[in-house]
């Protein structure tokens, strides 16, 4: 029973903080589906903390300008062979006013859980829609290809969001741990900072805390337990309450911010007249379906109203 009990103390402790390896690229979801995906609902536990806000929004600009750059590699190439590819730099010019969004977004905000769940289902549909026009071009030999060239590009935009990621992760963390500690009723600030600096692993950590529990009485093991249990517990409900927040009204957010976004396109600067046409007259397209799905009457014009 005490062996037992140290290995769910173990996946609590772990479940307790944020892993550090973290995907960069979360699958195809349909454009009109309210519905929030298990993995978008994984992530937004850790939303009800300030880091842990902080930490979603870094990973989804991370993923966004990772495709941006990937994207931009592939133009170049196609640019180079003579194909037509503004309907791809349409996307990746959208790409990019996304991408301003989810840096001007407030990880403080009561709405930063809505917020990040819009703009990541804008992430996956325009990055499904850039490999749709792809495959359309090329056929899958030649998209194979490309997608193999691309694959570990590196960049260091790419190389200071992810270092900006481990130190939030690692801030995230160390609350958590001074957390955990206040529940077991010990404090070892000493271990905790080596952790934020780096010196020792989230590992060593949960050992030397599975190692003290160990210690202590089966009373007392149980106690912790189940403070553990029921903070994990607290923290699974109010995310599912928030992401049943998200799922209403969702149509009509989307239709507020292609709204901006078409605006923001008319006006948008260092982009070619072609590819800046193209861009609102997708956007447009999407604002015109999105209001029909909501109930929304009337069909936008693209173009400089």
């Not at 990937?70 to 503004?86: D, F, I, M, R």
Request: hydrophobic residues 35%; proline residues 1%.
């Amino acid at each position: 029973m005490r062996k037992i009990l140290s290995i769910v103390m173990v996946l609590l402790l772990a479940a307790s903080v944020v892993p550090l390896a973290l995907a960069d690229e979360a699958g195809d979801i349909q454009q009109d589906e309210v519905e929030i995906d298990a993995e978008t609902q994984d992530e937004v536990e850790i939303m009800n903390y300030q880091f842990g806000a902080e930490v979603r929004l870094l990973q989804l600009e991370k993923s966004i300008t990772k495709n941006i750059l990937k994207g931009e590699e592939v133009v170049s190439v196609l640019k180079g062979a003579e194909y037509n590819t503004t309907e791809l730099e349409a996307i990746l010019s959208e790409l990019e006013l996304l991408k301003e969004e989810v840096q001007s977004a407030d990880p403080n905000s009561t709405d930063a859980v809505q917020i990040f769940v819009d703009l990541k289902s804008d992430a996956i549909e325009l990055t499904k829609d850039f490999r749709e026009t792809l495959k359309d071009l090329l056929d899958e030999g030649t998209v194979e290809e490309l997608r193999e060239r691309v694959r570990e590009m590196v960049c260091e935009q790419v190389q200071n969001l992810s270092q900006q990621i481990r130190n939030r992760i690692r801030q995230f963390n160390r609350n958590q741990l001074h957390r955990i500690y206040g529940i077991i009723g010990e404090t070892n600030s000493s271990l905790i900072n080596e952790y934020q600096n780096g010196n020792v692993t989230k590992e060593q950590v949960k050992q030397q805390i599975s190692k003290k529990v160990n210690e202590m009485t089966k009373e007392k093991r149980y106690q912790i337990f189940s403070e553990l249990k029921e903070g994990k517990i607290r923290e699974r409900i109010q995310a599912r309450v928030c992401v049943e927040n998200v799922t209403q009204n969702f149509q009509e957010r989307k239709g507020v911010r292609l709204t901006n976004r078409l605006h923001n396109a008319q006006n948008a600067q260092n982009i070619d007249n072609q590819v800046r046409a193209e861009m609102e007259n997708r956007i447009t397209q999407r604002l015109n379906k999105n209001n029909g799905a909501s109930g929304g009457h009337g069909d936008v014009q693209g173009g400089k109203q």
